[in-house]
Structure formats: structure tokens, C-alpha cells
């Protein structure tokens, strides 16, 4: 099965019931719904915000196991085997050994840890919004692994140059994806 997004949400309030990995969850899926119109895939964006709200289904009851649970609890629930790798793809390096194939896994594995630093520079601003911020203010704190220290820099880099694209690139396009969701604070 291919869930919907609704359908997706559904399947990781099973798993999930804190307010922040929830908000996570729609963040990412927005974020990778976004990345496929922007990419010229609108016909996969459905697809691409299904694996994005589905991507940490495990991380809150077994973050010990992160991406080493999700394909149980996504076979308990009829998920397709494809959606299972590139949900389990964006934990490669860090804990899973499923490397990401597919442009939409690749996006994923960049943009993941990049929405959480995007997310905690735009609550430091004024503003507190992603609406006004720009990709010299998220550069700046990328560079101090003090600030937001859990958001890994290294996968960011990595993700960016998987993509083939200059870090500031995956940036701007992130800073623009998270303003059109409706799910960012």
C-alpha cells in the first residue's frame, strides 16, 4: 500500500504522541511535497509528503533503533517496500546502512536535519519566523556546532553534496519550502 499523507499521519500517531515529533513529521513531508513541485515532480509531491511524514515513525518509542524498527511497524501497517527504503534511507551513515538511490531519498537525507537548524534560527530572530530569514543567518550558526547542536552538520553537507548542489542552495531552497508550510510555527 501507498499511503496518503492523511493516511501516513494516521499510521505515525500510532507510533507518535509527542507535539514535537508530530509538527516534525508535517514539516518534512511539506518540506519534500515542496522539493518535488520545485523539481518539476508535482505528479509525486503526494508521494514525497508521505515519506516525509512517515520518516521518523520509530524514533520516538525505539530512538535506540531509529530506521532499524520503521520497516516493522511500516509491514504492520501495508506499507510498500519502496516507501520503506527511503524512509529508512535518510538514517545512512548515521544509523542505517540503506544508502538513498532516488532523488527524493536524497532530498530527504539532506533536508532532514537542515529543517530542524532552519527551525531553531527562526525562533532566535525577532520575528520568530521563517519568513524573514535569509541563508547568511542560517550559515552563521551552521558554522557554531554549539548552536542547535543535535542538528548534524555533517549529514547537511553530505545530503548537499550528494544532491550536487552548493550548501547554500539546499539552504535557500529549504528556507523556501518550510515558508509555504502551513505546518512551521
Known sequence: MIPTAEEAYEIVKKYNQGEFHLSHARIVGDVLAWYARDLGLADEAEYWRAVGILHDIDFELYPQEHCWKAPELL????????????????????????????????????????????????VM??????DDLEVKSVRKKFKDRKFAAGCDRDVIARGAEELGWELDQLIEKTILAMRESPNVA
Open 75 to 122: 509491514r504492520e501497517n501495508g506499507v510498500d517496500e519502496d516507501m520503506i527504503h527511503a524512509v529508512v534511507s535518510h538514517g545512512y551513515g548515521i544509523c542505517s546502512d540503506v544508502k538513498p538511490e532516488r532523488l527524493m531519498e536524497k532530498v530527504l537525507f539532506a533536508a532532514d536535519e537542515l529543517t530542524g537548524l532552519i527551525g531553531a534560527v527562526a
Open 125 to 130: 530572530r525577532p520575528s520568530k519566523s521563517v
